[in-house]
């Protein structure tokens, strides 16, 4: 495999295992979301919010794999680069916090979402408190997110 | 000060002028009510005082309240008010103006024969789902039957012969047939139909071999089928009671069309409950009161600010009242009212949503305001977005009539949109690079590393900050000395060890680190007992050094949103650069454009907002602000239905 192929499968990575997690996330506070408007279709707005929070780690990990494209030239006006496979693995490597910690807290963020659909349904004014509870745990895609991108900074694809 | 200064007031009047004086009250909405009885004063006040008790009309306003809400509630399942998406967070409440209000408050005798209407037609509609659900279940009982051409009345016993209709396990069906003709001479039984678990079948044999068959059939499970209440062949049933449900339909539908025509009731009784359930809160408050044979006596809690006009409307509107005011006592549990001016009044709406401060705390609101400000700046960091925010928030305010809480929320978001056009100019963010033009500063794409040192700058003296809060605190309670030991040597020490980094300072930030680290363990152990726990404790104190590292290290986090939302409007972009040019492409090019950033910006926005609140609450509340105070819940109108426009409002 060429250099390039194998930072591809980073971008892949990212890109997949982040989207797995908030798929799944999504779908857990969809889940509960749904059962709460079928009592109650005004809480529609409040639970969709809810809802959103863990669909954030599908898009940082869009975000890395974007940066990994644009980077080895697959989109962009630049040309695509011939990457030695050291530096391939090196995306790939760069490509690991965000795909790991984005699948599973992705997945941990839904079910804390989805409890706060619970915390809405009795007490639709405290749904404030519901989200910080949420981002509590998105810190951490947010770290790894960082981490991911200083890894991609620091890669030298020219030499 | 911005958490206001409270009074306990007691009001003394005649009772004549009890409503009166309630209606003032419930006007002004300045007055939080207390229980009279769970005062201090209360065991000397007893031998002179008695409860008071709410008016008997009370259960009458309470009932008719119910009724009223029954009627609502009764409207909104068959024909639901339908909110927007935005009406869901702000309410969307029915408005009215206020001689509209006043007329169709006149009509409230009304709700008793509109109550009477629905219950009559809610009624109706549960008989008629009633009848539904008997004949579809007669109809699933004889579907089997179908095929069956023989008029029902006829299958009875006669003087010498039996039968009837029965069911029998599939399983079982076969061996039925040979026990039967091993056991009864004469029968006749013809099947009827099958489906997954029965064999329905006809059955006809001898009076006198009753017994034989009914052994059989009780060993194989057989039971029989009953439809002596109907004539005519299950075909000819089957279709009558289609016939009913299509009747039954129809009645529901010319039902509905009753209620349809009972909804012009509905903003009249919308009305009619805000009036109502204010007389009924009204009646209640009584229960807080004491009274003797003639007078009442009110206890409350009043913003100091307002006490004056309080004390000059008791005084011209009434003749009897007399109002006298105290300071708060020492233990007592008294609400807490924030005020903030100027722009941090729009951060009160953070402030709350973790906690209200207690009354004797500092409200934290007007010292995070300016973090909050430039935090969500630098997370959201482009100037376009900060512009369309900016005017979104400004265009809501304009065009929403919402509580206190949505306007500061609304003004917290004008404020986020003005900070991130600040950061994007500094930063050189236009909708991503839509518009290239070069940062005023620099850009942190280009050099991450140095804004993640400005991050953990800034984030450095927003911890500092909340330390110096809480020293503050501590020297104003008179203990200069906790001030010095928990954030005074905290503060050296850590500056000490940042020192260590820097070049060319090496030896005096090791004596710095040193020092300070040396009283945290002197220190942090005082109040362990023995000279051996306390120098253990202290010891261990300096393990905390962690918690303050991963402090600063989680606004780092104000660097990875800013860089994703500019990562994120780059992408966009460059998927519409992808699309060729000519109409089509144009046209493309503009929904991708739109769609995507109109996306980005809810999206980081929300997560602007909520990162940056959680900096606040976890990092910077942390450090000085407990929390856990009562909210001032003054005694006054409240509306769940309508909204009733002054005429100066427009």
């Given amino acids: ?91 790939l490597m760069a490509s690991i916090p965000i795909a790991i910690v984005g699948l599973v807290s992705g997945i941990y963020q839904g079910r804390v979402s989805g409890a706060a659909v619970g915390l809405v349904a009795k007490r639709p004014e405290e749904l404030g408190k519901g989200i910080v509870y949420a981002v509590m745990v998105e810190t951490y895609a947010v770290l790894a997110l960082l981490a991911t991108i200083l890894l991609l900074f620091g890669i030298d694809v020219n030499g | 000060m911005p958490i206001i200064e409270m009074k306990k007031v007691f009001l ?94 006149e009509s409230l005798h009304r709700a008793d024969e509109i109550y009477g209407s629905c219950r009559q037609v809610e009624d109706k509609l549960a008989r008629i789902r009633n009848e539904i659900t008997q004949a579809n279940n007669l109809i699933a009982e004889l579907e089997p039957w179908e095929s069956l051409d023989l008029p029902l ?34 029968y006749y039984l013809k099947e009827v139909t099958f489906d997954n678990e029965f064999m329905y079948f006809f059955y006809a044999g001898l009076s006198e071999e009753r017994a034989a068959q009914a052994d059989v059939f009780k060993e194989n499970a057989v039971t029989e089928v009953n439809f002596s209440q109907l004539s005519g062949s299950p075909a000819e049933n089957i279709a009558s009671l289609h016939k009913q449900l299509d009747d039954l339909e129809e009645e529901r539908a010319s039902i509905l069309r009753e209620i349809e025509s009972l909804l012009e009731h509905r903003p009249m009784l919308m009305a009619c409950y805000d009036y109502i359930d204010n007389e009924y809160k009204k009646h209640d408050a009584v229960s807080n009161l004491a009274r003797t044979e003639n007078s009442f006596l009110l206890e409350g809690w009043v913003p100091a600010p307002v006490l004056k006009d309080l004390e000059n409307t008791v005084d011209e509107k009434t003749e009897t009242a007399v109002l006298t005011s105290r300071d708060p006592g020492e233990k007592e549990n008294v609400p807490v009212l924030l005020h903030n001016r100027g722009p941090a009044e729009a951060y009160e709406v953070v402030t709350k949503l973790f906690s209200t401060p207690q009354r004797r705390e500092v409200d934290p609101t007007p010292f995070m305001a300016p973090f909050f400000f430039i935090f969500f700046g630098i997370c959201l960091g482009d100037a376009g977005y900060g512009i369309l925010l900016g005017l979104l928030a400004v265009y809501f305010t304009r065009q929403l009539r919402i509580g206190e809480s949505g306007k500061q929320l609304l003004k917290l978001l004008l404020l986020g949109g003005i900070s991130s056009i600040i950061f994007g100019i500094l930063f050189g963010g236009y909708f991503g690079d839509l518009i290239k033009l070069p940062p005023l500063w620099f850009d942190p794409l280009d050099q991450p590393m140095q804004m993640l040192y400005y991050c953990f700058a800034i984030g450095l003296v927003h911890i500092y900050f909340g330390m110096g809060v809480q020293a503050y605190r501590n020297i104003k309670a008179g203990k200069p000395l906790s001030a010095l030991f928990d954030q005074g040597f905290w503060f050296i020490f850590l500056n000490g060890l940042i020192l260590l980094l820097l070049p060319g ?9 040193i020092g300070g680290g040396a009283g945290l363990v002197l220190t942090q152990g005082r109040s362990q007992s023995g000279l051996v726990l306390k120098f253990l404790s202290g010891l261990l104190s300096l393990y905390n050094i962690t918690g303050y590292l991963s402090d600063v290290l989680s606004y780092s986090r104000l660097l990875a949103l800013g860089l994703a939302t500019g990562v994120i409007a780059v992408a966009i972009n460059s998927m519409g650069e992808m699309v060729g040019g000519g109409v089509v492409g144009t046209v493309i090019l503009s929904i991708i454009l739109l769609g995507g950033h109109s996306f980005n910006i809810i999206i980081s926005a929300l997560s602007s907002y909520v990162h940056t609140s959680r900096l606040q609450y976890v990092e910077f509340f942390g450090k000085f602000f407990e929390g856990g105070g009562k ?20």
Avoid at chain 1, 18 to 47: R, Y
Avoid at chain 2, 156 to 174: E, I, Q, W
Avoid at chain 2, 180 to 185: D, G, I, Q, T, Y
């Fill in chain 1, 1 to 91: 495999m060429t250099g390039t192929e194998i930072a591809l499968i980073g971008a892949a990575l990212a890109v997949g295992l982040a989207g797995i997690g908030s798929a799944i996330g999504v779908g857990i506070v969809g889940q509960s979301a749904a059962g709460l408007v079928t009592e109650d279709p005004d809480k529609f707005g409040q639970t969709l919010l809810l809802q959103a929070l863990p669909g954030t780690q599908g898009i940082y990990g869009l975000l890395a794999g974007f940066l990994i494209m644009q980077e080895v030239g697959v989109i962009g006006d630049a040309p695509m680069l011939v990457l030695e496979s050291a530096q391939g693995y090196a995306f």
């Fill in chain 2, 12 to 105: 003394l009047g005649h009772r004549q002028e009890r409503d009166k004086i309630f209606n003032l009250l419930h006007n002004l909405g300045s007055v939080e009510m207390v229980d009279v009885k769970s005062g201090e004063a209360w065991d000397e006040f007893q031998a002179l005082l008695e409860p008071d008790q709410p008016p008997e009309n009370i259960s009458q306003i309470d009932t008719t309240r119910s009724d009223i809400r029954y009627c609502l509630d009764f409207f909104q399942r068959y024909f639901p008010v339908k909110k927007t998406f935005i009406q869901q967070f702000t309410g969307g409440k029915l408005e009215l103006s206020e001689d509209q209000f006043t007329e169709y408050i």
């Fill in chain 2, 153 to 186: 009345e006829l299958v009875k016993d006669g003087s010498y012969a039996v039968m009837g209709l029965y069911t029998v396990p599939r399983d079982n069906a076969l061996e039925l047939q040979e026990s039967l003709a091993e056991n009864v001479s004469n």
């Fill in chain 2, 505 to 513: 300072f090496e030896t005096a930030a090791q004596w710095i680190a």
């Fill in chain 2, 631 to 650: 909210p001032f819940k003054p005694f006054g109108k409240s509306a769940s239905y309508v909204d009733v426009i002054k005429p100066e409002e427009g």
